[in-house]
């Protein structure tokens, strides 16, 4: 069986409806495309052979006709294959009329057979029942493009189908119509410039890239039709060379240590584990213009919204409209500018005709770096006004508290909270080996079920990640590409292999490096007021004004940095800025705890003294 199949539909003369001018043309044209570029192979219905070779049938006799009985025979046949052997992935392509009526307050749409008929009551082949085959269907890739009327209901309410890839796009929302412009459907239009990998630098094009290029099609050509999506987390190969999943195409390591996961490169495909969270999520998002995410540190706040909701948008995860995603902000950004002008700035780079997203990652910094409550509130108040905008929220759940203070603020969050759910044993399996398999490795079964054992709390989420980093890079260096349980034991274990490998640098500085390295994280730490303490950041150049670690700061950071335990970026300034890379650092290895807690009183005054420096100012620091 031929692993790559497409169905590819089109109908233009109708015994009761007017006729269409671009169907056939536009079914033949999406059949080439994906013959020549996507390496399919493809039934055309109704179809005719010329010169050795099918074409979709513009007038075909009555017995060919894509009456309703031949349609829906076609359709159900397509994507549930007699036998035991499937296609890897199976792409349908309709272009015709579509029917929408309205029922009990609900709009039922269904794709226009030649003798559907209104007035008799023949509708055509209901889109929820194409939904209702996809989720049944046995074949695991599966792709639908509808350029018909009122097709939009196809990704209504369509479910999030777990161990399934899809991509699904049609024409127009459910209550709609399709357009045809210049003899060519405006959608089919659309989907031939995207495909086409001929000016496509990457050479390829995945189910992803094609919603991002139907995006910038739409808003350049000033389509007024509203195309709709619905993809998978994982991206499907359409056009260009064929996609394998190796490490050498992924160009990283599958796990991210101590940093979070991001919207951005190749992030999203090895982020695993959260695809019901994110599916919670998006829901609560699109239907509220404000929502707070709350959760533990360590527990994947930041990785959940970033890797999982804003990659979920961008890929057309929808049924409808277009989302910008405004530059994601923290209260004090690198600079250490005021919130308000932190806010006004994101807030300025708004599009319009399309959902403006904000998200203002780690909230609490709010309370732990603003010491005025004069700023705080004036930063709530223009962040609560901005009801065009959808606002996300992200902060840990310790510092909820904080929040009571501000009765605002609790009026406006109180009925928007998501709280994260701890990840059961199976989606931590799938956080474990997916990434893994990404990159062309195996995972031995019983470290894998070490580690689902050994996690017993969301602060230990870092840990994992980090523990599995340095697993990676070990089973890099051997060649049978394997993450084995007894390389995991001799780093240290989910507890141990943080603060193993900070105990190891600290032991392999000389005596003037350690002190500077004691000196450095105690700066770079905030005592908790009742929470847990957490990290801080601070510019290079402020650590370099003390000339008593001038000599070693540098090689310090640097060891640090190599190992990911420090994080560097740069500010709007050009100024390097220094932190601590999770505050995993802070609570596990139990050399820093204990000079946290020796110091505790003279850092409680010292902090106390800069605020008394700069009464009106966010913390410097």
Known sequence: MYKRQALVIGIDIYDHIDPLKSAVKDAEAIAQILETQGNFKVTRLPYYQSEQRHHVHPMPDSADAMDLKNLTQAIEKF???????????????FAGHGLSQE??????????AVNSNPAAEIWGYPVTKLQKLLKASPISRKIVWLDACHSGALTRDFPNLINSEYCLIS???DHDVAKEKNQQGVLTKALLEALDTKNCEQKTVTSHDLVQKLEVISKRDNIQQMFTYKNSDQPLLLTGEHFIPTEET???????????????????????GRGKETERLLNLVINNRLVMVLGASGSGKSSLVRAGLVHKLQIGNLTSGSWHILPIIRPVNQAGDLPLNNLEQALLQQKTKQNNLLIVDQFEEIFTL?????????????????????RVIVMRSDFFPHTQNHRELTQKIEKNLFSISPMTADELRQAVEQPAKQAGYAIEPSLTAELIHAINDAAHLPLLQYVLEKVFQESKKSSDKQLTLRRYQQLGELKGALAKKAQQLYDNFSDNERTTLKWLLLE??????????????LKLSELRQNLSHAKDLDKVIQQLTTERLLTQDQNAANESVVEVTHEALIREWG???????????????????????????????
Do not use: H
């Open 250 to 272: 992924l160009k990283i390591c599958p796990y991210k240590g101590l940093n979070y996961f991001d919207y951005t490169g190749d992030d999203p495909k090895i982020y695993f």
């Open 524 to 537: 770079l730490t905030r005592l908790g007021q009742g929470q847990q303490d957490t990290r801080k950041r």
């Open 103 to 112: 029922l009990f307050g609900d709009y039922e749409s269904y794709l226009a």
């Open 171 to 173: 024409a127009a929302p």
């Open 370 to 390: 603003v010491s005025d409550r004069d700023q705080q509130n004036q930063f709530f108040q223009y962040l609560f006004a901005q009801e065009k905008v959808y």
């Open 79 to 93: 994507f549930n294959p007699a036998g035991k052997q499937y296609p890897d992935i199976a792409l349908l392509f």
């Open 591 to 621: 050399l820093l705890r204990t000079w946290i807690n020796e110091n505790r009183d003279f850092m409680r005054w010292q902090e106390g003294l800069r605020t008394r420096i700069y009464p009106k100012k966010s913390c410097p620091s």
